[in-house]
C-alpha cells in the first residue's frame, strides 16, 4: 500500500489553515480492516517511529507512556507528550504542539472501497517576520520542508503496519 499526498477535505477540523491561508498538507493510506478513530491514534502513536520521537520528546520535558496513548486513545485526556486536543470529533481529532506552531491531523474515512482510509496531516502556523507586517513560514520550516514531508510519509506508513500487525 502506497502513501498518497491528498487535498484537505474542506469538512475537515485541519482545513482552518487552508482557509487562513497557512501552510497544511495531508496523505492518506488505504488498509483492508475497518479501523476507528481510536484505534488508529493509538497504533499511530504507539508505532516504532512514533515511540522513538516519543522518546526524545521526553528529554525536553514532554515525557509520555503507553498508559497515555491509551487514555489519548479512548478520549481520558487532552494533554499528550508535546501535543493537546484543540478538537475531536467521531473520526478526526486535531492536536497543537505546545508552542502553538504546528498541529497534527488523523482522520479515518470509509471510502466506497470497503476498507478504511487513514488520513494524517500538519498545519503550520504563520509567523509574524520581526520588523515586517507580513506573517510567513518560518526560514527553518520552508528550508526543512522536504524532510518534514518525507517523515510525514514514514510516520504514517509507520501506524498502518501497526494497525496489520494487530490482524
Known amino acids: 500500500m502506497t502513501i498518497q499526498a491528498t487535498e484537505i477535505p474542506s469538512s475537515a477540523l485541519l482545513h482552518g489553515h487552508v482557509e487562513r491561508g497557512e501552510y497544511a498538507d495531508a496523505f492518506y493510506t488505504d488498509i ?3 479501523v ?3 484505534a488508529y491514534i493509538r497504533a499511530f502513536y504507539s508505532s516504532r517511529v512514533m515511540r522513538a520521537e516519543r522518546f526524545i520528546l521526553k528529554f525536553i520535558g514532554k515525557p509520555s507512556s503507553a498508559d497515555q496513548v491509551e487514555m489519548l486513545a479512548t478520549g481520558e485526556i487532552c494533554e ?3 501535543w493537546s ?9 486535531l492536536l497543537p504542539d505546545f508552542h ?3 498541529c497534527s491531523w488523523l482522520m479515518v474515512s470509509y471510502p466506497s472501497t470497503g476498507k478504511t482510509r487513514l488520513h494524517f496531516g500538519t498545519g503550520v502556523h504563520r509567523m509574524r517576520q520581526q520588523g515586517e507586517g507580513a506573517a510567513g513560514l518560518n526560514m527553518f520550516f520552508r ?3 522536504g524532510l518534514h514531508l518525507l517523515y510525514s510519509k514514514v510516520l ?4 498502518r503496519n ?6
Open 85 to 93: 486536543v484543540a478538537e475531536r470529533l467521531e473520526n478526526e481529532i
Open 156 to 159: 504514517l506508513r509507520s501506524a
Open 80 to 82: 499528550f507528550a508535546a
Open 100 to 102: 502553538d506552531r504546528t
Open 32 to 34: 483492508s480492516d475497518s
Open 162 to 167: 501497526q494497525l496489520e500487525k494487530l490482524d
Open 36 to 38: 476507528n478513530l481510536s
Open 143 to 145: 528550508a526543512t520542508n
